[in-house]
Nanobody, 128 residues
């Protein structure tokens, strides 16, 4: 059984930083595609960043250069370092994992969340 538990959300002012973490069990980051999605109120869930089993990363254009996705294979954790945050980054952030998706598509294809099977409960990020 795959379980994903996020932590690290909070409220910050524009220009600030936050670091999200996701502890995974039942899904190894060395074999799964792992990623971060976010959802603002009234909006569709969108991919933010993905990292494949080999460590290759992709980002949505809106966060490129500001966010960094990484993983610790030994601890089986996924991280998202978010710098220079903007009010448009506000939303619920979800950790996601799947073994049967094209990882580089996570932040690039609209509505790709439909293909993801495993989700965390989400952590709120508010930028004012």
């Amino acid at each position: 059984q795959v379980q994903l538990v996020e932590s690290g959300g909070g409220s910050v002012q524009a220009g600030g930083s936050l670091r999200l973490s996701c502890a995974a069990s039942g899904a190894s980051s060395s074999t799964y595609c792992m990623g971060w999605f976010r959802q603002a109120p009234g909006m569709e869930r969108e991919g933010v960043a993905g990292i494949d089993s080999g460590g290759s990363t992709t980002y949505a254009d809106s966060v490129k250069g500001r966010f960094t996705i990484s993983k610790d294979t030994a601890k089986n954790t996924l991280n998202l370092q978010m710098n220079n945050l903007e009010p448009e980054d506000t939303g619920m952030y979800y950790c996601a994992a799947d073994r049967a998706v094209t990882c580089r598509e996570v932040p690039l294809r609209p509505a790709y969340y439909r293909y993801i099977n495993y989700w965390g409960q989400g952590t709120q990020v508010t930028v004012s």
